[in-house]
């Protein structure tokens, strides 16, 4: 399986391989407290990338965390991964419709393709968060899916019903470095073992964070 470089906004699903799996669909989870953990160490990625899992969620796919300290501001690395249109650079982006924009929260629905799979898409609720005060606290977002505000399913499409995470820049010596935490859980639903759905999971969150230093790197320089 080829590694796929992928966006913040959950676009993990081109890892995936299989059929939707109704009965795991049909659940609907809190998706309250999970992000506290308990975590795990599962791994010491290069370029100071650890990966932690959560097995405590109710579903068969752990959740994931993948934190890095980078040495650039949280204030300055905010707009890259709030830009929308850097998340449409993908090709593997089918549809990437904002549904509402309320400022600090929207709402927004994503197809995506793969080859030799059904197109899978979602809607999440999104907020964002940033402090009062320069590097006074965190930056990023959370999201959870929410479909009911999004269109109705579609013949050929899969719906992913299991979709929640946060991305958070929190600011460390005084914000000349920043703690960078991906944090997903995302269950498809799908025939695939769940060992090899969390591997490709796992893959993709560490792609993201390393997408976001090499976007930094060059907007910024090399540190």
Request: charged residues 25%; contains cysteine; glycine residues 8%.
């Amino acid at each position: 399986m080829s590694r796929l470089k992928i966006t913040p906004l959950l676009l993990i699903l081109l890892f995936f391989v299989g059929w939707s799996a109704p009965a795991t669909a049909q659940h609907m989870y809190k998706y309250t407290g999970w992000q506290k953990g308990p975590w795990k160490v599962h791994s010491k990625e290069k370029g100071g990338i650890t990966v932690y899992t959560n097995s405590k969620v109710p579903t068969g796919v752990d959740a994931i965390r993948v934190d890095v300290i980078l040495p650039y501001s949280a204030k300055d690395m905010f707009p890259i991964i709030t830009d929308p249109e850097r998340a449409r650079t993908y090709s593997f982006i089918e549809e990437f419709e904002p549904i509402a924009n309320y400022g600090t929260w929207g709402y927004l629905y994503q197809r995506v393709s793969a080859t030799g799979i059904q197109d899978r898409d979602f809607t999440v609720k999104l907020n964002l968060f940033e402090p009062e005060g320069t590097n006074k606290g965190p930056y990023g977002w959370k999201w959870v899916q929410d479909n009911s505000k999004g269109p109705k399913e579609k013949d050929g499409v899969v719906r992913a019903t299991v979709v929640a995470g946060s991305y958070i820049l929190q600011p460390i010596e005084n914000g000349a470095r920043t703690l960078v935490s991906y944090r997903l859980w995302f269950d498809p639903g799908t025939w695939v073992p769940d060992f090899l759905v969390g591997s490709a999971l796992r893959d993709g969150c560490v792609e993201t964070v390393r997408r976001l230093r090499s976007d930094a790197e060059k907007k910024f320089g090399k540190r």
